[in-house]
């Protein structure tokens, strides 16, 4: 039987990637919508054929304890907003996943892995790359050492953010660049080298518009990320670029990703050649529901589980700091 999944927060990302992902996958089905605007519910209601008892807002959420339709909430907030609804989910008895970034503070991330232990239920954060084909290929080239060891490595995420007043530039809501972009770099150092980081050398925030990203908030940050044997990782994110690499220096050759992240199209060169196995949007949603699905029905541990958000959210935490006080940080 296929698992029933509720969206939390019906904005750009479950409206044109998740939503219709849900229509592809095989484990899993859009079952219910959590959402504070009505008119939402109605044109979702509508769309995708949603009883109105699987229909609920964010005051009458935790009803959905009752509610035997659904067995996975996914939140989709601003990131802000996940620690409560990934609380309150798991306190309703239901499975969860969560979108990147896990959340603001690594305190936070710690509370919902724990109250998703307490009650019992999986916690999976939506790093999709993870279970992404191409992704899942070079990341095997550097742990069988098909090309010696890594030497170094660098990873840029960014894009021209062309929004002004959008949680993304408001720190209360999680932003920030490095929150939002950056945890796809910090995720390409540590998928890139497969090793965890021991610390950061140096980190600089930094931005060109201080009318939009204000009191310090950073619209670019850049950092160097230091790893086991000496192993030194650079990472850039961006709300006024567009990038997208992830190189690796191995002793042998390069392993060079370009696309790094991209909803279809991630490609790695490297001297063993090309790997590129094509799909077309949102084919990785799916499969990244799809897996999630499995791993809840054969109550499997999951690909991506709360931990993995958590050490992203550590090393978010040590790079501003490493910023702020112009030192390096142990992780
Ligand atoms: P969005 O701004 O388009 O949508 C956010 C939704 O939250 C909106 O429907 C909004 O109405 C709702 N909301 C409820 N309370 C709110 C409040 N107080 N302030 C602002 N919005 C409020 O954002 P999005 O791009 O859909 O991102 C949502 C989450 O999904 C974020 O965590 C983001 O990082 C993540 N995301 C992930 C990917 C990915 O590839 N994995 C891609 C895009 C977004």
């Given at each position: ?17 998740l ?6 996958t095989k ?29 609920y ?20 907030l ?15 008895g ?18 919902m892995?724990?109250a ?27 742990k ?35 929150y939002?972009m ?22 600089k ?13 950073d ?55 090309q790997?590129?196995?094509?799909y077309?949007?949102?084919?990785q ?14 109550e ?32």
């Amino acid at each position: 039987d296929k698992l029933g999944v509720a969206l939390v927060g019906l904005g750009y990302y479950s409206t044109d990637l998740l939503a219709p992902a849900l229509q592809q996958t095989k484990n899993c089905y859009l079952a219910g919508i959590v959402t504070g605007t009505p008119a939402k519910a109605e044109a979702w209601k509508k769309k995708y054929n949603i009883p109105d008892k699987n229909i609920y807002n964010y005051q009458t959420f935790d009803q959905v304890a009752n509610n035997p339709d659904i067995d996975v909430i996914y939140v989709v907030l601003p990131p802000s907003m996940h620690k409560e609804y990934v609380i309150r989910a798991a306190n309703a008895g239901k499975h969860v996943w969560c979108e990147k970034p896990m959340a603001i503070s690594a305190g936070e991330c710690g509370a919902m892995i724990d109250a998703c232990k307490k009650n019992k239920r999986s916690l999976a954060i939506g790093y999709r790359l993870q279970h992404e084909p191409n992704t899942q290929e070079y990341r095997k080239l550097v742990k069988q050492n098909k090309l010696g060891k890594v030497l170094k490595a660098s990873c840029g995420a960014g894009y021209v953010e062309n929004r002004t007043d959008h949680w993304k530039q408001n720190k209360a809501l999680g932003g920030g660049v490095l929150y939002d972009m950056g945890v796809y770099a910090i995720q390409g150092s540590r998928l890139g080298t497969g090793l965890e980081p021991v610390g950061v050398m140096t980190a600089k925030t930094s931005t060109n518009r201080p009318q939009i990203y204000k009191n310090g908030l950073d619209e670019t940050t850049t950092a160097t990320l230091a790893f086991p044997g000496g192993i030194m990782v650079d990472i850039k994110t961006s709300f006024g670029e567009n990038i997208n690499y992830l190189n690796i220096n191995c002793d042998k050759g390069e392993i060079k990703v370009a696309p790094y992240q991209a909803y279809a199209g991630v490609i790695a060169d490297s001297p063993l050649g090309q790997i590129n196995h094509p799909y077309t949007v949102p084919w990785q949603q799916a499969k990244q529901m799809d897996d999630d699905a499995t791993s809840i029905i054969q109550e499997k541990p999951m690909l991506v589980p709360g931990e993995e958000g958590l050490r992203d959210i550590r090393i978010v935490e040590a790079i501003y700091k490493s910023a702020a006080t112009g030192r390096p940080v142990e992780i």
